[in-house]
């Protein structure tokens, strides 16, 4: 009889081991992604803002800092309206960002300024994250198409004074 017990207390005992190296191994490669992610964020050759559903900046990678002439520092924290809003446009960026923030946004083009004042175009793709927690997030992931537009802006000139 205590022969049985020690057999089935010897079999709970290597169950339970099993469970929490599996446990240890599921922390291990939830901390391994979560770490992967923040990588890939801050590697990402596109600026990328991450901010709480109060607006309040969270992350900003460094192309995000590149294109704007603002520093993580400067951002972390503020609210919108952001500082790379144009004053001229405020209400029309605030809509976009709200719709942004409850329903999401493909592809859309936004006017914005830097620090110094020069001014870029940007294609922006937007939405919301979960974390598990239940309090969302807002990721925006954007591409400068300055130059783009600059383009297309003088072949249309170009071909008004053509047509003239």
């Known amino acids: ?13 290597k169950r339970k081991r099993r469970k929490n190296q599996h446990k240890q191994g599921d922390m291990t490669t939830k901390t391994e992604n979560a770490e992967f992610g923040i990588f890939l964020m801050a590697h990402s050759p596109n600026p990328i803002l991450v901010c709480k559903a109060d607006s309040a900046i969270t992350y900003v990678n460094p192309a995000f800092e590149r294109l704007t002439g603002f520093r993580a520092a ?4 503020a609210n919108a309206p952001y500082p790379w809003w144009l004053p001229e446009r405020i209400d029309k960026t605030q809509k976009a960002f709200h ?6 946004v493909t592809r859309i083009e936004e006017h914005f300024q830097k620090k110094n004042g020069d001014r870029f175009w ?11 927690s239940g309090a969302p997030y807002y ?4 591409v400068d198409i300055t130059d783009r537009k600059k ?3 003088e072949l249309r000139e170009s071909e008004e004074r053509y047509r003239s």
């Open 1 to 13: 009889m205590k022969a049985g017990r020690r057999k089935r207390k010897k079999k709970r005992k």
């Open 74 to 77: 400067e951002l972390i924290g």
């Open 99 to 104: 719709t942004a923030m409850t329903a999401g």
């Open 122 to 132: 940007v294609e922006l793709t937007a939405g919301l994250v979960e974390n598990g």
């Open 139 to 142: 990721l925006a992931n954007w």
């Open 151 to 153: 383009a297309a802006d």
